[in-house]
């Protein structure tokens, strides 16, 4: 749960530079079996989910059989694992773990404690979540409930309707991305319904124990794109996991809970009214780059399907339905287009009132950009304090709309900090959103300053 304020934390410029550093050059890593199984199987290489024999053709009569091959491929699979992170001591920044045998910065975990070296000398020391241990818990059918919670971390667990993504699987896939490339999302072009149904149930299991075992975050609904023949149906998918997950949870957990609807526009953008009365709080349409050729290039299955600018007319309509700001955000792929159409684009969006977040280019394993190099920490931190210029230039015009919104039940904008966003430990911008805040609010609360 993320608990750090900007009242308590304090943000230094210092500790934003090796979190940029940790995020573009990552780190060498000692690590044992008992601290980090995940971390550990990924420095000695022990990802061999090629290895594992797939049925050539999946048996979805048998929705169980489906769910048990994701099961042998999770023992293994460590391609797109969110959860390993440090939190900074004093500052409470959160930075992921990337593996990097080159790196010039060693990673020393012992227990809780981490610790980053380079040449000898400590940079900075935190906190390592270590792995929850509820992910061995198990579900109804006796597989651990990590079998049906994709891509998962402190912050986020991702409620999917599709288990695989048309557009990966055709080859036309955004070209980071690596979420469903597994080899048996690689076999599933159309997921039966009754399948997801059963999948839905164990993971309305999963989210309840993970609930009951203290996780607080935000519930994505998301999943890979859907076959052209599916996409007519997929308010009923989105049906089928919003009921599965209020049955298992109940009714006022599912009411509180943060629910991010992630995935693409609607054809008709009204449907948005049904989404917020079958709860979703917030939607993310990820825009991946703000310049249309490069949207076209980077992300060519999305591109076919709509154009770049339907998705920003899809946000713009959000911002009427779920509120500006926490109401209306959208992903962003840093460090792959020039910094100026990303930061021009950020400008232009937040003035609208959508926050767009940016996530650091990283390379992974199976994505066509594999291999790839990341942003250097310096072009990270240039980046984020132009669009931190930009969020202080816009938010206070959208305060005093999202406070009433705030009345309906939404988040309110004194929720804004560096940890309270999802997937914040790989950006730097709320970082230094933070830094600017800290110095703004001189230990005040912001509702003094606005009032
Ligand atoms: S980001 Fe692109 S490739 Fe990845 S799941 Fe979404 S549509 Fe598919």
């Known amino acids: 749960m993320v608990t750090e304020t900007v009242e308590k934390k ?9 979190k940029a550093r940790m995020i573009s050059e990552g780190v060498r890593a000692q690590v044992s079996k008992e601290a980090s199984p995940e971390l550990y199987k990924a420095a000695m290489g022990e990802n061999k ?18 769910i048990e091959l994701f099961a042998e491929v999770n023992k293994t699979d460590t391609s797109s694992d969110f959860r390993q992170e440090i939190i900074f001591n004093g500052s409470g920044l959160r930075a992921p773990i990337y593996l990097n045998k080159h790196s010039r910065m060693e ?3 012992q227990d809780n404690n981490a610790s980053v070296f380079e040449d000898g000398d ?3 020391t935190g906190t390592f979540s270590k792995r929850f241990e509820w992910l061995d818990e198990k579900l109804s059918n006796g597989l651990p409930i990590s079998t ?7 912050s986020i667990i991702n409620v999917v309707f599709s288990l695989s993504c048309m557009n990966y699987n055709t080859n036309r896939g955004c070209r980071y991305c690596n979420l469903f490339s597994n080899p048996i999302s690689k076999k599933i072009s159309m997921l039966p319904k009754e399948t997801l149904r059963v999948w839905a149930k164990y993971q ?15 519930i994505a609904i998301s999943g890979g794109a859907l076959a052209p023949a599916q996409r007519g149906e997929y308010l009923e998918r989105l049906e089928i996991v919003l009921s599965s997950l209020k049955d298992a949870v109940g009714d006022e957990i599912f009411r509180k809970l943060p629910k991010v609807y992630n995935h693409c526009p609607p054809e008709d953008f009204s449907d948005m009214y ?3 009365e079958m709860g979703i709080t917030t939607t993310s349409f990820d825009l991946e780059v703000m310049d249309d050729a490069y949207f076209a290039a980077i992300c060519p299955g999305k591109a076919a399907h709509k154009p770049l600018s339907y998705y920003k007319k899809a946000q713009e309509y959000s911002v009427e339905v779920f509120g500006p700001v926490s109401g209306t955000i959208g992903c962003v792929v840093m460090g792959i287009e020039p910094m100026t159409t990303l930061v021009e684009g950020f400008d232009e969006r937040i003035s609208k009132g959508i926050l767009p977040l940016p996530l650091v280019f990283h390379s992974t394993p199976g994505s066509a950009y594999e291999g790839f190099r990341p942003p250097t920490a310096e072009w990270i931190i240039e980046a984020s304090e132009k669009m931190a210029d930009s969020f202080m230039k816009h938010i206070f015009k959208w305060i005093k709309p999202r406070r009433v919104n705030t009345k309906e039940g939404g988040k309110g904008l004194s929720n804004l900090s ?14 230094e959103i933070g830094f600017r805040l800290n110095k703004l609010l001189g230990g005040r609360k912001l509702s003094e300053i606005m009032s």
Do not use: C, Q, Y
Request: aromatic share 8%.
């Open 122 to 124: 400590i940079l900075v």
């Open 49 to 66: 989910v090629d290895e594992l024999k797939i049925p050539e053709k999946l048996d979805f009569n048998n929705p169980e059989s489906i």
């Open 204 to 218: 309305g299991e999963a989210v309840k124990i993970a609930i009951d075992n203290g996780w607080r975050g935000s």
């Open 107 to 109: 990673l020393h975990i």
């Open 274 to 276: 049904k989404w917020k």
């Open 148 to 154: 049906v919670l994709p891509s998962m971390s402190a």
């Open 418 to 431: 560096s940890g309270r966003f999802p997937t914040t430990h790989l950006s730097v911008l709320f970082d």
């Open 10 to 18: 304090i943000i230094t410029k210092e500790d934003i530079f090796i």
